[in-house]
């Protein structure tokens, strides 16, 4: 049974960072890519992040330069480092995990999703 758990989220104050991890648990499969996604209310999820194996990174614009995203490989785990936070950023995050099965087959799961407010 694969898990993708999310933790981090919370309420902050705009100018303030939080950091959001994701840990990938339960499958035998390598782990290809891994990204962070939000969706604001009456909004559709978009990417804000996201991670290849080999570290090759992609950010929406309107977070370059603000946010960081990273991987532990050992820990099956995906960092999200948020500075800057803007009161637009107030989202519910999501974490996936693309799992890569007998080397070309992509399982992508989602995690529950994590709860970001930024007060102005």
């Known amino acids: 049974q694969v898990r993708v758990v999310e933790s981090g989220g919370g309420l902050v104050q705009a100018g303030g960072s939080l950091r959001l991890s994701c840990a990938a648990s339960?499958?035998?499969?390598?782990?290809?890519?891994m990204g962070w996604y939000r969706q604001a209310p009456g909004n559709e999820r978009e990417l804000v992040a996201s991670?290849?194996?080999?570290?090759?990174?992609n950010y929406a614009d309107s977070v370059k330069g603000r946010f960081s995203i990273s991987r532990d490989n050992t820990k099956n785990t995906v960092y999200l480092q948020m500075n800057s936070l803007k009161p637009e950023d107030t989202a519910v995050y999501y974490c996936?995990?693309?799992?890569?099965?007998?080397?070309?087959?992509?399982?992508?799961?989602w995690g529950q999703g994590t709860q970001v407010t930024v007060s102005s």
């Open positions: 996936r995990v693309e799992f890569l099965r007998w080397g070309y087959d992509r399982l992508n799961y």
């Open positions: 991670i290849k194996s080999g570290g090759t990174t």
């Open positions: 339960g499958s035998t499969f390598t782990i290809n890519s």
